[in-house]
């Protein structure tokens, strides 16, 4: 497994200090976030899983603790819409560049507005994906709001 992915190539060129991890990558997990937590011996609530959604049906990003669901009237407040919806499998794919269980909010194929949930900017260091299934980086949640210029909203229900 390659450690350089667009998502880690995104983030050193930002200048942001961060660590890779690999882990074994169950395809079979119903919940993906969860699975690597447990795999990298981590919190779940320091895990945070990267979803692709909609609203009022323009692409947005959202980063929450693995541990917990987001809200789809909390997501269409965060970004002063409607609805939302999460986002088809193929579109997230097509619209990222990443396959699902390795999508990363770093270095996305198409720049997209981002939220981060504002309880998980309270952790010194957390997991997001870097890119690739199996691979997270470790980093400062302030850091990654900051690389993303991502909005801090309370998107969990």
Known sequence: ???????????????????????????????????????????????????MAEVDSKPVCCIVPSDREVSMKKLAAAFGGKSANMMKPAEAERLTGYHVGGI????????????????????????????QRGLQVRLAPKDAQAVLKAIAAPLIG
């Open 1 to 51: 497994m390659s450690k350089t992915t667009r998502a880690t190539q995104t983030l050193a060129k930002a200048g942001i200090s961060f660590t890779v991890h690999s882990y074994d990558y169950d395809p079979g997990a119903e919940r993906v976030g969860l699975q690597a937590a447990e795999a990298l011996g981590e919190d779940p609530s320091r895990v945070l899983k990267t979803l």
């Open 104 to 131: 990363s909010p770093f270095g996305q194929r198409k720049i997209v507005p981002t939220a981060i949930e504002e309880t998980a900017l309270g952790e010194a260091l957390a997991f997001i994906n870097g890119g």
